[in-house]
Protein backbone atom coordinates (compact mmCIF):
# COMPACT_ATOMS: atom_id res chain seq x y z
CA UNK A 1 0.00 0.00 0.00
CA UNK A 2 1.14 3.42 -0.84
CA UNK A 3 -0.10 5.63 2.67
CA UNK A 4 2.51 8.67 1.68
CA UNK A 5 -1.39 10.82 1.37
CA UNK A 6 -1.27 9.96 5.38
CA UNK A 7 1.65 11.21 6.30
CA UNK A 8 1.46 14.94 5.19
CA UNK A 9 1.72 17.44 7.30
CA UNK A 10 -1.85 19.50 8.32
CA UNK A 11 -1.99 22.50 10.15
CA UNK A 12 -5.54 24.50 10.49
CA UNK A 13 -5.30 27.75 13.67
CA UNK A 14 -4.14 26.04 16.68
CA UNK A 15 -3.57 22.71 14.84
CA UNK A 16 0.27 21.57 13.82
CA UNK A 17 0.07 17.56 13.13
CA UNK A 18 2.88 15.89 11.74
CA UNK A 19 0.22 13.60 9.67
CA UNK A 20 -3.18 13.37 8.55
CA UNK A 21 -3.69 10.49 11.23
CA UNK A 22 -6.70 10.85 14.72
CA UNK A 23 -6.97 8.68 16.94
CA UNK A 24 -11.00 8.68 17.31
CA UNK A 25 -12.42 9.46 20.34
CA UNK A 26 -13.49 5.68 22.32
CA UNK A 27 -15.04 5.14 25.52
CA UNK A 28 -13.10 3.32 27.99
CA UNK A 29 -14.23 3.45 31.52
CA UNK A 30 -11.58 3.42 33.01
CA UNK A 31 -11.86 6.53 35.23
CA UNK A 32 -13.40 5.81 38.03
CA UNK A 33 -15.34 8.88 39.78
CA UNK A 34 -14.40 10.75 36.68
CA UNK A 35 -10.89 10.83 37.69
CA UNK A 36 -8.61 10.03 35.12
CA UNK A 37 -5.67 8.17 36.56
CA UNK A 38 -1.76 7.70 35.57
CA UNK A 39 -2.89 4.70 33.38
CA UNK A 40 -5.01 6.92 31.18
CA UNK A 41 -1.97 8.75 31.01
CA UNK A 42 -0.06 6.12 29.47
CA UNK A 43 -2.67 5.11 27.56
CA UNK A 44 -2.68 7.84 25.58
CA UNK A 45 1.35 8.83 25.48
CA UNK A 46 1.81 5.67 24.06
CA UNK A 47 -0.69 6.24 21.15
CA UNK A 48 1.44 9.60 20.52
CA UNK A 49 4.90 7.67 20.45
CA UNK A 50 3.51 5.38 17.89
CA UNK A 51 3.14 8.18 15.54
CA UNK A 52 -0.36 9.64 15.69
CA UNK A 53 -0.81 13.16 14.55
CA UNK A 54 -4.07 14.12 16.56
CA UNK A 55 -5.72 12.46 19.30
CA UNK A 56 -8.89 12.78 20.53
CA UNK A 57 -9.77 11.83 23.86
CA UNK A 58 -12.63 9.90 24.91
CA UNK A 59 -15.84 11.23 25.65
CA UNK A 60 -15.51 13.74 28.85
CA UNK A 61 -18.86 14.73 30.47
CA UNK A 62 -19.26 18.80 31.35
CA UNK A 63 -20.51 20.22 34.78
CA UNK A 64 -24.00 18.95 34.59
CA UNK A 65 -25.51 16.61 37.44
CA UNK A 66 -27.03 13.84 34.75
CA UNK A 67 -24.01 14.43 32.09
CA UNK A 68 -22.79 10.76 32.67
CA UNK A 69 -24.61 7.19 32.49
CA UNK A 70 -21.30 5.81 33.54
CA UNK A 71 -19.41 6.30 37.11
CA UNK A 72 -16.04 5.38 35.25
CA UNK A 73 -16.29 7.69 32.38
CA UNK A 74 -13.70 11.17 33.09
CA UNK A 75 -15.31 14.42 33.63
CA UNK A 76 -13.61 17.43 32.36
CA UNK A 77 -14.27 19.88 35.42
CA UNK A 78 -13.39 19.93 38.89
CA UNK A 79 -9.80 19.94 40.46
CA UNK A 80 -9.17 16.39 40.57
CA UNK A 81 -10.43 15.75 36.86
CA UNK A 82 -8.44 18.70 35.64
CA UNK A 83 -4.94 17.53 37.56
CA UNK A 84 -5.47 14.10 35.66
CA UNK A 85 -6.11 15.45 32.09
CA UNK A 86 -3.38 17.99 32.54
CA UNK A 87 -1.05 14.88 32.89
CA UNK A 88 -2.49 13.71 29.89
CA UNK A 89 -1.81 16.65 27.88
CA UNK A 90 1.93 16.97 28.77
CA UNK A 91 2.67 13.27 28.00
CA UNK A 92 1.10 13.54 24.79
CA UNK A 93 2.81 16.83 23.76
CA UNK A 94 6.53 15.29 25.60
CA UNK A 95 5.99 12.32 23.14
CA UNK A 96 5.79 14.31 20.65
CA UNK A 97 1.47 14.57 19.22
CA UNK A 98 -1.10 17.01 19.42
CA UNK A 99 -4.63 16.49 21.46
CA UNK A 100 -8.26 17.54 22.28
CA UNK A 101 -10.87 16.89 24.46
CA UNK A 102 -14.07 15.01 23.60
CA UNK A 103 -16.94 17.33 25.54
CA UNK A 104 -19.53 15.49 25.76
CA UNK A 105 -23.60 15.32 27.37
CA UNK A 106 -25.04 11.98 27.17
CA UNK A 107 -28.70 13.07 27.72
CA UNK A 108 -31.31 10.73 28.20
CA UNK A 109 -29.75 7.27 28.81
CA UNK A 110 -30.52 4.14 30.09
CA UNK A 111 -29.74 3.12 33.31
CA UNK A 112 -26.11 1.74 33.50
CA UNK A 113 -25.74 -2.02 33.98
CA UNK A 114 -24.18 -1.81 37.82
CA UNK A 115 -27.35 -0.11 38.31
CA UNK A 116 -25.79 3.43 39.28
CA UNK A 117 -27.15 6.55 38.48
CA UNK A 118 -26.83 9.95 38.60
CA UNK A 119 -28.09 12.18 41.40
CA UNK A 120 -30.84 14.07 39.38
CA UNK A 121 -32.99 12.32 36.26
CA UNK A 122 -31.40 12.40 32.84
CA UNK A 123 -32.36 15.64 30.72
CA UNK A 124 -33.11 16.02 27.04
CA UNK A 125 -35.06 18.23 24.81
CA UNK A 126 -37.79 15.38 25.49
CA UNK A 127 -38.15 12.78 28.54
CA UNK A 128 -37.43 10.20 25.38
CA UNK A 129 -33.74 8.43 24.25
CA UNK A 130 -35.58 6.79 21.27
CA UNK A 131 -38.66 5.40 20.37
CA UNK A 132 -40.80 3.64 22.99
CA UNK A 133 -37.50 4.54 25.73
CA UNK A 134 -38.48 7.31 28.46
CA UNK A 135 -36.01 7.82 31.65
CA UNK A 136 -35.30 11.61 32.24
CA UNK A 137 -37.58 14.46 31.74
CA UNK A 138 -37.37 17.47 29.13
CA UNK A 139 -34.80 20.23 29.48
CA UNK A 140 -36.09 23.55 31.19
CA UNK A 141 -34.83 26.85 29.63
CA UNK A 142 -32.78 27.47 32.57
CA UNK A 143 -31.22 23.87 32.28
CA UNK A 144 -30.52 24.51 28.58
CA UNK A 145 -28.63 27.50 29.70
CA UNK A 146 -26.85 26.10 32.19
CA UNK A 147 -26.10 23.63 29.64
CA UNK A 148 -24.47 25.79 27.23
CA UNK A 149 -22.53 27.46 29.64
CA UNK A 150 -21.18 24.20 30.91
CA UNK A 151 -20.07 23.14 27.15
CA UNK A 152 -18.02 26.56 26.98
CA UNK A 153 -16.66 26.35 30.77
CA UNK A 154 -15.18 22.94 29.33
CA UNK A 155 -13.51 24.34 26.16
CA UNK A 156 -12.26 26.56 27.90
CA UNK A 157 -10.54 24.38 30.63
CA UNK A 158 -9.68 22.93 27.46
CA UNK A 159 -7.98 25.43 25.93
CA UNK A 160 -6.18 26.88 29.75
CA UNK A 161 -4.96 23.41 30.30
CA UNK A 162 -2.53 23.91 26.93
CA UNK A 163 -4.74 20.84 24.71
CA UNK A 164 -4.51 22.20 21.12
CA UNK A 165 -8.29 21.80 19.91
CA UNK A 166 -11.59 20.66 21.31
CA UNK A 167 -14.34 18.37 20.24
CA UNK A 168 -18.40 19.05 20.47
CA UNK A 169 -19.82 15.60 20.92
CA UNK A 170 -23.08 16.15 18.30
CA UNK A 171 -23.58 12.58 17.04
CA UNK A 172 -24.70 9.21 18.25
CA UNK A 173 -27.75 9.84 19.95
CA UNK A 174 -26.64 11.67 22.65
CA UNK A 175 -27.44 15.21 23.87
CA UNK A 176 -27.05 17.37 21.28
CA UNK A 177 -28.01 14.56 18.91
CA UNK A 178 -31.15 14.01 20.41
CA UNK A 179 -31.84 18.15 19.84
CA UNK A 180 -31.28 16.87 16.15
CA UNK A 181 -33.35 14.02 16.30
CA UNK A 182 -37.15 13.91 14.92
CA UNK A 183 -38.05 10.98 17.39
CA UNK A 184 -36.36 12.48 20.40
CA UNK A 185 -36.65 16.56 19.74
CA UNK A 186 -41.05 16.86 19.78
CA UNK A 187 -40.02 20.27 21.58
CA UNK A 188 -42.78 22.95 20.24
CA UNK A 189 -40.22 26.09 21.74
CA UNK A 190 -37.42 27.49 19.42
CA UNK A 191 -35.51 24.74 20.29
CA UNK A 192 -37.90 22.22 18.35
CA UNK A 193 -39.17 22.61 14.81
CA UNK A 194 -40.29 20.37 11.53
CA UNK A 195 -36.84 20.48 9.94
CA UNK A 196 -33.35 19.60 10.66
CA UNK A 197 -32.14 22.85 10.11
CA UNK A 198 -34.72 24.68 12.72
CA UNK A 199 -33.28 21.39 15.02
CA UNK A 200 -30.05 23.07 14.79
CA UNK A 201 -31.00 25.67 17.28
CA UNK A 202 -29.34 24.24 20.46
CA UNK A 203 -25.86 23.22 18.76
CA UNK A 204 -25.58 26.27 17.41
CA UNK A 205 -25.97 28.53 20.50
CA UNK A 206 -23.60 25.97 22.37
CA UNK A 207 -20.92 26.43 19.18
CA UNK A 208 -21.31 30.21 19.55
CA UNK A 209 -20.92 30.16 23.15
CA UNK A 210 -17.77 27.65 23.25
CA UNK A 211 -16.14 29.87 20.08
CA UNK A 212 -16.71 32.65 22.40
CA UNK A 213 -14.74 31.19 25.36
CA UNK A 214 -11.94 30.01 23.50
CA UNK A 215 -11.21 32.85 20.56
CA UNK A 216 -11.62 32.92 17.17
CA UNK A 217 -7.69 31.42 16.88
CA UNK A 218 -8.04 27.62 18.53
CA UNK A 219 -9.48 24.81 16.12
CA UNK A 220 -12.81 23.41 17.18
CA UNK A 221 -14.37 19.71 15.67
CA UNK A 222 -17.68 18.68 16.07
CA UNK A 223 -18.50 15.04 15.47
CA UNK A 224 -21.61 14.46 13.77
CA UNK A 225 -23.24 10.92 12.81
CA UNK A 226 -26.45 10.52 10.68
CA UNK A 227 -27.10 6.78 12.47
CA UNK A 228 -28.64 6.22 15.55
CA UNK A 229 -27.17 3.12 17.44
CA UNK A 230 -31.19 2.63 18.11
CA UNK A 231 -31.45 3.59 14.46
CA UNK A 232 -28.55 2.28 12.22
CA UNK A 233 -30.15 3.50 8.47
CA UNK A 234 -31.43 6.49 9.61
CA UNK A 235 -30.23 9.81 8.40
CA UNK A 236 -30.92 13.59 9.71
CA UNK A 237 -30.40 14.43 6.32
CA UNK A 238 -31.82 12.14 3.75
CA UNK A 239 -30.72 14.88 0.63
CA UNK A 240 -27.67 17.32 -0.16
CA UNK A 241 -30.34 20.33 0.73
CA UNK A 242 -30.80 18.47 3.71
CA UNK A 243 -27.56 17.76 4.79
CA UNK A 244 -26.89 21.74 3.83
CA UNK A 245 -29.53 22.55 5.80
CA UNK A 246 -27.96 21.21 8.55
CA UNK A 247 -24.41 21.71 8.29
CA UNK A 248 -24.13 25.59 7.54
CA UNK A 249 -25.38 26.53 10.60
CA UNK A 250 -23.27 24.93 12.70
CA UNK A 251 -20.55 25.91 10.22
CA UNK A 252 -21.03 29.81 10.13
CA UNK A 253 -21.61 29.07 14.02
CA UNK A 254 -17.84 28.27 14.40
CA UNK A 255 -16.46 24.55 13.56
CA UNK A 256 -13.89 24.87 11.83
CA UNK A 257 -14.11 20.59 11.43
CA UNK A 258 -16.47 18.41 10.64
CA UNK A 259 -15.74 14.49 12.03
CA UNK A 260 -18.14 12.87 10.52
CA UNK A 261 -18.62 9.41 12.13
CA UNK A 262 -20.02 6.39 9.57
CA UNK A 263 -19.79 2.74 10.02
CA UNK A 264 -18.11 2.44 6.89
CA UNK A 265 -16.11 5.12 5.33
CA UNK A 266 -16.09 3.66 1.88
CA UNK A 267 -20.17 3.76 2.01
CA UNK A 268 -21.42 6.70 -0.45
CA UNK A 269 -24.19 8.94 1.59
CA UNK A 270 -26.25 10.14 -1.52
CA UNK A 271 -27.13 7.69 -4.78
CA UNK A 272 -25.49 9.18 -7.83
CA UNK A 273 -22.40 9.70 -6.01
CA UNK A 274 -19.46 7.62 -4.12
CA UNK A 275 -18.37 10.96 -1.85
CA UNK A 276 -19.04 9.69 1.87
CA UNK A 277 -20.40 11.62 4.54
CA UNK A 278 -16.85 13.39 5.24
CA UNK A 279 -16.91 13.99 1.44
CA UNK A 280 -20.36 15.52 1.24
CA UNK A 281 -19.67 17.78 4.12
CA UNK A 282 -16.45 19.47 2.81
CA UNK A 283 -17.89 20.12 -0.53
CA UNK A 284 -21.40 21.89 1.13
CA UNK A 285 -19.48 23.69 3.79
CA UNK A 286 -15.82 24.49 2.45
CA UNK A 287 -14.16 23.45 5.95
CA UNK A 288 -11.85 20.81 6.78
CA UNK A 289 -13.28 17.05 7.12
CA UNK A 290 -12.42 14.31 9.32
CA UNK A 291 -13.34 10.82 7.81
CA UNK A 292 -13.84 7.47 9.99
CA UNK A 293 -15.48 4.25 10.01
CA UNK A 294 -13.99 0.70 10.06
CA UNK A 295 -10.48 2.32 8.89
CA UNK A 296 -8.55 -0.64 8.65
CA UNK A 297 -10.53 -3.55 9.65
CA UNK A 298 -12.88 -5.89 7.73
CA UNK A 299 -15.59 -5.35 10.14
CA UNK A 300 -17.28 -2.45 12.39
CA UNK A 301 -17.38 -1.15 15.64
CA UNK A 302 -20.54 -2.05 16.97
CA UNK A 303 -19.45 -5.52 15.24
CA UNK A 304 -17.07 -5.85 17.91
CA UNK A 305 -19.09 -5.40 20.65
CA UNK A 306 -21.65 -7.99 19.47
CA UNK A 307 -18.89 -10.17 19.89
CA UNK A 308 -17.19 -10.52 16.31
CA UNK A 309 -13.42 -9.98 15.18
CA UNK A 310 -11.82 -8.04 12.50
CA UNK A 311 -8.81 -8.75 10.66
CA UNK A 312 -6.33 -5.87 8.73
CA UNK A 313 -7.46 -4.73 5.59
CA UNK A 314 -6.29 -2.42 2.51
CA UNK A 315 -6.03 1.71 3.01
CA UNK A 316 -6.09 0.98 -0.87
CA UNK A 317 -9.73 2.87 -1.27
CA UNK A 318 -9.27 5.40 1.81
CA UNK A 319 -6.03 7.24 -0.06
CA UNK A 320 -7.80 6.80 -3.24
CA UNK A 321 -10.47 9.22 -1.62
CA UNK A 322 -8.02 11.21 0.50
CA UNK A 323 -5.77 12.22 -2.95
CA UNK A 324 -8.98 13.11 -4.18
CA UNK A 325 -9.62 15.52 -2.22
CA UNK A 326 -12.55 14.49 -0.18
CA UNK A 327 -11.29 14.79 3.37
CA UNK A 328 -8.74 16.18 5.12
CA UNK A 329 -8.75 13.73 8.07
CA UNK A 330 -8.57 10.00 9.24
CA UNK A 331 -9.94 9.09 12.15
CA UNK A 332 -8.80 5.40 13.16
CA UNK A 333 -10.20 3.40 16.51
CA UNK A 334 -9.98 0.08 17.31
CA UNK A 335 -6.51 -1.15 15.62
CA UNK A 336 -5.14 1.99 17.18
CA UNK A 337 -7.00 0.93 20.49
CA UNK A 338 -5.38 -2.81 20.25
CA UNK A 339 -2.21 -1.76 18.86
CA UNK A 340 -0.23 1.78 20.01
CA UNK A 341 1.93 1.18 16.98
CA UNK A 342 -0.36 0.51 14.50
CA UNK A 343 0.63 3.93 12.75
CA UNK A 344 4.68 2.96 12.55
CA UNK A 345 3.53 -0.33 11.23
CA UNK A 346 1.43 1.39 8.39
CA UNK A 347 4.03 3.93 7.62
CA UNK A 348 6.99 1.62 7.37
CA UNK A 349 4.79 -1.04 5.54
CA UNK A 350 4.99 -3.61 8.06
CA UNK A 351 1.76 -4.77 7.41
CA UNK A 352 2.45 -8.53 8.15
CA UNK A 353 2.71 -6.89 11.80
CA UNK A 354 -0.79 -5.52 12.56
CA UNK A 355 -3.54 -7.07 14.36
CA UNK A 356 -6.85 -7.95 14.42
CA UNK A 357 -9.09 -6.62 16.67
CA UNK A 358 -11.43 -8.53 19.32
CA UNK A 359 -14.21 -7.49 22.02
CA UNK A 360 -11.80 -8.15 24.43
CA UNK A 361 -9.00 -5.53 23.57
CA UNK A 362 -12.18 -3.20 25.13
CA UNK A 363 -11.26 -4.45 27.93
CA UNK A 364 -8.19 -3.57 28.86
CA UNK A 365 -5.89 -0.46 28.62
CA UNK A 366 -3.01 -1.45 26.75
Not at 34 to 41: C, E, K, N, R
Not at 93 to 103: A, N, V
Not at 273 to 282: I, P, R, V
Amino acid sequence: MNTDSLFRPFSLKTLNIKNRIVMAPMTRSFSPGGIPTDDVATYYSKRALGGVGLILSEGTVIDRPSSSADPNIPHFYGDAALAGWKKVIDGVHESGSQMGPQIWHQGIMENHHSGWTPPVPFEGPSSLNRPGLENGVAMTDAAIADTIAAFARAASHAKALGFDTAEIHGAHQYLIDQFFWEATNNRTDIYGGKTIGERTRFAVEVIKEVRKSVGDDFALIMRLSQFKPAAYDYKHAKTEQELEQWLTPLADAGIDIFHCSQRRFWEPEFEGSDLNFAGWAKKITGKATITVGSVGLTGDFFGAFAGQSSEPSSLDELVRRMDRGDFDLVAVGRPLLADPHWVEKIKDDRTDELKGFSKEALMQLV
